[in-house]
């Protein structure tokens, strides 16, 4: 058995190392360990594995989600919910910061995924932190942060894998996620008002006295902050507040349903993604190109995710066998 687990080891890592995607390394391991200590007359079992895992129903899951995080990506909805929290929060100290890490778990909500949760929110958010003079470091590691609750917070892809390769319960893994996920996005929270009170400098408050590196920002942090009525919350958050809304809904009735039992999980993420491309079509942002876009990039996801769960089940399959 041990010769089996150094062997299984051994490739996988060596097929990582050598640049090979994960999903083909594991499929690779399985293949190798199953012809090392068990001969190829099992090579069939690959087959109907991959068969069944292809066609399984389960399967459907996680596309329909990426298709639904594709929509809202793509449609801006990240954008007008880091607009609103910001102008409800700008005024405390720190609140941009706040402002973020509330964003990423709204949107977390929304998409189950946390590069992009990251990538949506970041590409707005560390640009308006850095106009109003918050240390590039602070800014970054606020969306970094914020962006890993999209591993927790339903719907989670990566919990939905998780829930195929193990045979676990999605709704369950799902309802589990929840308030672990919003507990973290709590502390986060509570951190960076600790942390720019005890370090205000962090956000671009230089008192006299206070050591400071000038490279630290990515702007010139002796001079007041350049940005327009707008960005300052002069104007009136409502309407922006109303073009949310539809995003929050989808929320309650994808959740919802999969949580009360009036849905699978399956059924939850097509609506989701039916819904999510609706809000689009709604708020004007639907086109062409952007259809066909998150149809591509859907495809391309789903497909990396349901080959890796076909890898896994083969060397699941052989480690059994040989009994690992």
């Not at 949506?120 to 470091?137: F, P």
């Not at 960005?231 to 989808?250: K, V």
């Amino acid at each position: 058995m041990a010769e089996v687990v150094v062997t299984a080891l051994a490739v996988l890592l060596a097929s990582l190392f050598l640049g090979a995607p994960v999903m083909a390394a594991i499929g690779f391991t399985g293949i190798v360990t199953m012809l090392v200590f068990m001969g190829g007359k099992f090579l069939i079992q690959f087959a109907s594995i991959a068969y069944s895992q292809g066609t399984s129903m389960n399967q459907l899951v996680a596309p329909l989600f990426i298709m639904m995080a594709e929509f809202l990506a793509r449609g801006g909805i990240a954008e007008d919910i880091y607009s609103v929290l910001n102008r409800l929060l700008r005024r405390f100290k720190g609140g941009l910061a706040i402002a973020t890490t509330l964003a990423c778990t709204v949107f977390a909500a929304l998409c189950g995924s946390s590069p992009a949760t990251a990538a949506s929110i970041g590409r707005i958010s560390v640009e308006q932190m850095t106009a109003r003079r918050y240390r590039k470091d602070f800014a970054i590691g606020t969306v970094s942060g914020g962006g890993t609750l999209g591993i927790m917070i339903p719907p989670s892809i990566t919990l939905v894998t998780y829930g195929i390769l193990t045979e676990t319960s999605i709704a369950d893994l799902l309802m589990a996620g929840l308030v672990p996920g919003l507990m973290l996005s709590l502390l986060m929270c509570v951190s960076t008002v600790v942390r720019v009170r005890v370090s205000p400098e962090l956000i671009g408050d230089i008192r006299p006295g206070r050591k400071f590196n000038p490279e630290s920002y990515a702007v010139d942090v002796t001079q007041p902050p350049q940005v327009s009525e707008e960005d300052d919350g002069g104007t009136s958050w409502a309407p922006q507040f109303l073009r949310i809304l539809p995003a929050f809904i989808l929320i309650f009735i994808v959740l919802g349903s999969m949580y009360t039992g009036m849905a699978t999980p399956t059924e939850s993420a097509g609506i989701g993604a039916m819904g999510a491309m609706l809000i689009v079509v709604f708020l004007r942002r639907f086109s062409k190109q952007m259809f066909i876009d998150t149809m591509k990039a859907t495809a391309k996801t789903g497909t990396m995710i349901i080959f890796l769960v076909i890898a896994g089940f083969c060397l699941s399959f052989v480690l059994s066998y040989v009994g690992v």
